[in-house]
């Protein structure tokens, strides 16, 4: 599975972005996408992740309210909705995906994307 992600960018304080976890394959359906992020001076963290079926989706506390994932089968493509975005949201954001069950353990999953940079700053 190979995934594409994009859509971050420099953003200011308390605004918006929207990223895009793309994948051509039809069997995109039956794997679960989960998103994290790389802070620059920081280790890797769970942000959230949508189940293979979206009916079931999971966020971090520190974006809880803030940040929404959702799917389009028709485009096989996952969305991080970003709102309220703060400096602390600064980081390099990947998705991934894994068949089926979907997991906040960054090594249960087997594909990932090349990561898109959040800039959050005035």
């Known amino acids: 599975v190979q995934l594409q992600a994009s859509g971050g960018g420099l953003v200011q304080p308390g605004g918006s972005l929207r990223l895009s976890c793309a994948a051509p394959?039809?069997?995109?359906?039956?794997?679960?996408i989960g998103w994290f992020r790389q802070p620059p001076e920081g280790d890797r963290e769970f942000v959230g992740y949508?189940?293979?079926?979206?009916?079931?989706?999971t966020y971090t506390d520190s974006v809880k309210g803030r940040f929404t994932i959702s799917r389009d089968y028709a485009k096989n493509t996952v969305y991080l909705r970003m709102n309220s975005l703060k400096p602390e949201d600064t980081a390099v954001y990947h998705c991934?995906?894994?068949?089926?069950?979907?997991?906040?353990?960054?090594?249960?999953?087997?594909?990932w994307g090349q990561g898109t940079l959040v800039t959050v700053s005035s």
């Open positions: 991934a995906a894994k068949h089926y069950r979907p997991s906040m353990n960054a090594h249960d999953y087997n594909y």
């Open positions: 394959q039809p069997t995109f359906s039956s794997y679960s």
């Open positions: 949508v189940s293979w079926n979206g009916d079931s989706t």
